[in-house]
């Protein structure tokens, strides 16, 4: 996997100097080689990926074939180490995107659910019932019973409003109302703002995190490290502290 560094390697030999040049913008290797007094005698280029390095140094700049082997098993080591630091430590930046993050924790994130639970679904579900014909007035020996009944077409459009809802707010600014209000939003893993796409994901396996009152998703945080429920795993999220 070509890496932003160059790598320059200069070797003598029996036959003057060669300079390899290593570009993993372009992914090329270029092989120069130079006579006593540094004079260019032979050059050549090819890909990284797919040079025989020993038939470049070899045949092309014209190195002895034992010195060539040896150039060539030098300049591979090189590389492999070069890029697995650089792994490592792109790895590293990864994981302290989010560990350095702290953690919102189940009992915040309880919260907000009931927080908007209260101030805004339960709101949309009065108007939604409502709006659908779905409230009743009821009167059985002198008492007067008033409900509302969401069934079929009108409780799948409050779902897909409390859906919306959700993703709209985490993917606009990480965080929905409950959420601002206990201090705590989405993220992605690697700790940048949720995507949009994220948040749909998150939220649309939230139907499975919510069942038996949020009984599953909260197993799932719970045996999480990063405290993530079923739609956050999906999502690749997490929820941290504002």
């Known amino acids: 996997m070509p890496i932003s560094v160059g790598m320059r390697q200069v070797f003598n030999t029996s036959v003057g100097t060669v300079e390899v040049l290593v570009d993993r913008d372009s992914d090329t290797v270029s092989v120069y080689r130079f006579d006593a007094e540094h004079r260019p005698v032979a050059a050549a280029m090819e890909s990284w990926r797919h040079v025989d390095l020993v038939d470049v140094l070899n045949r092309q700049a014209g190195v002895p074939l034992f010195e060539a082997t040896r150039i060539a098993a030098q300049l591979r080591d090189e590389h492999i180490t070069r890029a697995s630091f650089t792994e490592r430590m792109q790895d590293s930046r990864r994981e302290r995107g989010w560990s350095s993050l702290e953690n919102a924790g189940i009992p ?93 994901v998150r939220n649309l396996v939230r139907v499975f995190d919510a069942l038996f009152f949020y009984l599953v998703g909260f197993v799932s945080a719970l045996l999480s490290k990063r405290g993530q429920r079923l739609g956050d795993r999906a999502a690749r999220t997490i929820v941290v502290r504002r």
């Open 108 to 200: 915040l994130r309880f919260v907000a659910v009931v927080l908007d639970a209260l101030i805004v679904l339960a709101p949309l579900f009065v108007v939604v019932g409502l709006m659908s014909g779905g409230g009743y007035r009821r009167e059985f020996d002198g008492q007067t019973n008033v409900g509302i009944d969401l069934s079929g077409s009108a409780f799948l459009l409050l779902l897909a409003l409390g859906l919306g809802y959700y993703i709209v707010c985490e993917a606009a600014t990480g965080a929905t109302l409950g959420k601002r209000m206990v201090g705590i939003r989405v993220v992605g893993e690697d700790g940048e703002h949720v995507t949009f796409g994220a948040a749909v």
